[in-house]
């Protein structure tokens, strides 16, 4: 089988941050798959197809870039960020598990790129400088009492904790309530950290505390970053506080 299928990590936005192997991994597709608007930032090339789909089109958008790949193109599938971090790459793995026995014999590649969280991270010092943990809020695809326990374990286990995924049209509240469920186990002091479309034109970044943090400030391009005790800020002169979880933790 010639074709070929090059799960791509296309970064949070800003173009600095997808990486050359990505860059590649575009330049030698003969086909694109992905959601429309992180097709969009794929460059145009002569010569390729490229076929967007609507969000939430994950599992037939990865078995039609499959079944393309099957047929001998060489594909590319593009997310955003990193494609194994809440993205296609465990879609793609998903389908070629319960898929036809010949997309086992396919040559598979996941490109990694920069995730959302690490984006916000460094756009206001080191928040995940010690140990940290990454949670979607999404009740898509698990029941939201699943989440809770997962929230209420990583705030009493001392993790700072990335919330994806915090908020849509279709989930109006499940930030409200996340934030709800820290509050009892966290100080209302906690550094909080709201970035949005970082790396894009339209980039803002907030720092709050859990007690202040307002999910109106959040939509579906939102990454929040809840701290551990340890987060602190350190005030500066004529910059913004760094925001930062120390490397060593107490007892
Ligand atoms: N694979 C992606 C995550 C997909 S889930 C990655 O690795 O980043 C989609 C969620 O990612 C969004 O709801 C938001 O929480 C976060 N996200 C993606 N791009 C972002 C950006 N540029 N700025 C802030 N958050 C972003």
């Not at 919330?163 to 186990?185: D, F, G, K, V």
């Amino acid at each position: 089988m010639s074709g070929r299928l090059a799960v791509v990590g296309l970064g949070p936005g800003d173009v600095r941050w997808l990486t050359p192997q990505a860059d590649a991994a575009l330049a030698a597709a003969d086909a694109l798959f992905g959601y429309g608007p992180y097709l969009d930032r794929a460059p145009v090339r002569n010569g390729q197809r490229r076929h967007p789909s609507d969000n939430r089109q994950e599992a037939p958008r990865a078995r039609a870039a499959l079944e393309t790949a099957a047929a001998g193109s060489n594909v590319a599938l593009v997310s955003g960020g990193d494609p194994g971090v809440f993205a296609m790459a465990a879609t793609v793995c998903e389908q070629i598990e319960s898929g036809p026995a010949a997309w086992r014999g396919l040559d598979v590649e996941i490109v990694p790129g920069v995730t959302a969280m690490l984006a916000v991270a460094a756009r206001v010092g080191a928040p995940l400088g010690h140990d940290f943990c990454a949670l979607s809020l999404s009740d898509n695809l698990k029941p939201w009492p699943v989440i809770e326990r997962r929230l209420d374990a990583a705030a009493q286990a001392g993790f700072v904790i990335a919330l994806y995924n915090p908020i849509s049209q279709a989930r109006p509240w499940q930030l409200t309530a996340a934030l709800e469920r820290l509050r009892r186990y966290l100080p209302a002091t906690t550094p909080t950290v709201f970035g949005r479309a970082v790396g894009r034109a339209d980039e803002t970044v907030a720092v709050t505390t859990l007690q202040a943090a307002d999910p109106a400030g959040a939509d579906m391009a939102t990454l929040v970053i809840v701290g551990s005790a340890e987060t602190r800020l350190v005030p500066r002169l004529g910059h913004a506080p760094l925001v930062y979880t120390p490397r060593s933790a107490s007892a």
